[in-house]
């Protein structure tokens, strides 16, 4: 199983900033996903980072809302935008099991869970 | 559009008692069938998976799904609740084809109570 890595952890921000999230796994992985969890609500897929590629993005989900950036096999970032208090969530990166690619078979870190003010 | 829907938001059971979290899903096609737990502050962890093959599938921590592919459903059992298993679970589907993401229900809260 992989290990994975998010900071901050939790974080309170201000109205109009941007903060940006960094997932690091311990071993390299093909594709990483990023998801959020707005408060009481399910896991809302943003967006699949591939390394040496653009992110595809889910529908609802923008590139100058939520840039990623995947430099490589191990390590990803998920910027939040010009945050407002509806970014106010948990956001979760997760990597695919190994030698189970496509079978949706996730790995989660433990969250970087966002208030903003 | 495929969907996954868990009916009870939250389930209250006594420590020691037999526990089912429902899970009915819309797919299209064969699908892969998971269990996620979440315990509070934590990421999610899997609990269990189907993928093919016998439609009862063990997991960790003494859970057990079974796969009915007649009522399109994938609930989630164990014989006998721990009040460490107050957590929320999530059932999340994906098609096989792998061309599409994993899909999450909204998930179940269960509390334990003594």
């Known amino acids: 199983s992989a290990v994975i890595s998010q900071k901050p952890s939790r974080d309170i921000c201000q109205r109009g900033t941007s903060l940006t999230i960094q997932c690091q796994v311990d071993s390299q992985v093909t594709m990483m996903f990023w998801y959020r969890q707005q408060p009481g609500q399910s896991l809302t897929l943003i967006a699949t980072?591939?390394?040496?590629?653009?992110?595809?993005?889910e529908s609802g989900f923008v590139i100058d809302k939520f840039p990623i950036s995947r430099p490589n096999l191990t390590f990803s970032t998920l910027t939040v935008s010009n945050m407002s208090p509806e970014d106010s969530s948990i956001y979760l990166c997760?990597?695919?099991?190994?030698?189970?690619?496509?079978?949706?078979?996730?790995?989660f870190g433990e969250g970087s869970r966002l208030t903003v003010l | 559009a495929q969907s996954v829907t868990q009916p009870d938001i939250h389930i209250t059971v006594s420590e020691g008692a037999s526990l089912e979290l429902r899970c009915n899903y819309s797919?299209?096609?064969?699908?892969?069938l998971f269990w996620y737990v979440q315990s509070p502050g934590q990421g999610l962890q899997l609990l269990l998976k189907y993928f093919s093959g016998d439609t009862l599938v063990q997991g960790i921590k003494g859970f057990e799904a079974e796969f009915k592919r007649s009522q399109s459903s994938f609930n989630l059992r164990k014989p006998s609740v721990h009040w460490s298993d107050a957590a929320e679970y999530f059932c999340?589907?994906?098609?096989?084809?792998?061309?599409?993401?994993?899909?999450f229900g909204k998930g179940t809260r269960l509390s334990v109570i003594a």
């Open positions: 797919y299209g096609a064969t699908p892969y």
């Open positions: 999340a589907v994906v098609s096989n084809s792998g061309n599409t993401p994993l899909v």
């Open positions: 997760s990597v695919e099991d190994y030698g189970r690619t496509n079978t949706g078979e996730l790995f």
């Open positions: 980072a591939n390394q040496g590629s653009e992110a595809t993005y």
